[in-house]
């Protein structure tokens, strides 16, 4: 992005990335770092360690404007971010372990476009960015080919527990509440993919295009990226160009 000059990128004033703890695949011969993939993470300990890295960039920065980018399970956790209390729900027990520390209970959106939890004010994005999002967990694992199947299952389980209905609660793409309710305001929403990205199909986009048309919210559609399901993220430049887009519906306003 440094390459980048002139409108609308001097408008950025900084770039921060977040962490958060990762669900064990069940496997530790797999490529996850082991101590991250030794905590175990479950739904919802991901969104909340986005939410507490978003907090205390807002306390240390005063940041009150910023562009949230997210990629693959990056682009879940944004849309749930703005999705109100739903992606805030501990699994059931016929899920798997319950969460009994729920650290942030609500991210409804209010006016001003910050959380309405007294406890924990955080801004909302003025804008969204996702690329390879994945926003409907069951239908991820039902369409997938049958050879890759098991595998998908397994990650989604890790991650979400074994019961359906929380998959379908997690999935931003089924969220009961519009996300004009929840996120309110002119808020450009980019949903991207790559044409050759050959581990998220394209119906994840289409049913989150779906779901923020029937809330009222048009997305800007990205399909023409180049590259398998990662390459985007990593080179970066194409990821530019979105940011572009964003900041000039930002800066139209």
Not at 179 to 189: A, I, M, Q, S, Y
Request: contains cysteine; glycine residues 10%; proline residues 5%.
């Amino acid at each position: 992005m440094h390459s980048r000059k002139g409108a609308p990128f001097d408008q950025i004033r900084g770039f921060a990335t977040m962490d958060y703890r990762l669900s064990s695949l069940g496997n530790p011969g797999q490529g996850q770092d082991s101590g991250q993939s030794q905590q175990g993470a479950r739904h919802p300990d991901h969104i909340n360690d986005v939410r507490a890295a978003i907090r205390s960039l807002a306390q240390r920065n005063q940041m009150d404007q910023y562009i949230l980018i997210g990629h693959s399970a990056g682009g879940t956790m944004a849309m749930q971010l703005v999705g109100g209390d739903a992606a805030l729900q501990p699994l059931s027990s016929k899920g798997g372990r319950q969460r009994r520390e729920l650290e942030t209970p609500t991210c409804q959106a209010g006016s001003n476009g910050t959380s309405n939890t007294e406890a924990s004010q955080i801004p909302l994005p003025a804008a969204i960015i996702t690329t390879a999002g994945i926003f409907d967990l069951t239908r991820l694992v039902d369409e997938i080919d049958e050879q890759s199947r098991p595998f998908y299952n397994n990650f989604v389980t890790q991650a979400f527990g074994n019961n359906r209905d929380d998959w379908r609660q997690a999935s931003p793409a089924r969220f009961k509440r519009s996300f004009k309710e929840t996120w309110p305001g002119d808020n450009p929403v980019i949903l991207a993919r790559s044409k050759d990205d050959t581990l998220v199909p394209d119906t994840q986009l289409n049913v989150m295009a779906e779901k923020l048309r029937g809330d009222g919210i048009e997305p800007i559609v990205v399909t023409n990226l180049n590259g398998e399901h990662d390459v985007s993220w990593e080179q970066g430049t194409q990821l530019a160009d979105l940011v572009g887009q964003a900041l000039g519906k930002l800066g139209g306003r």
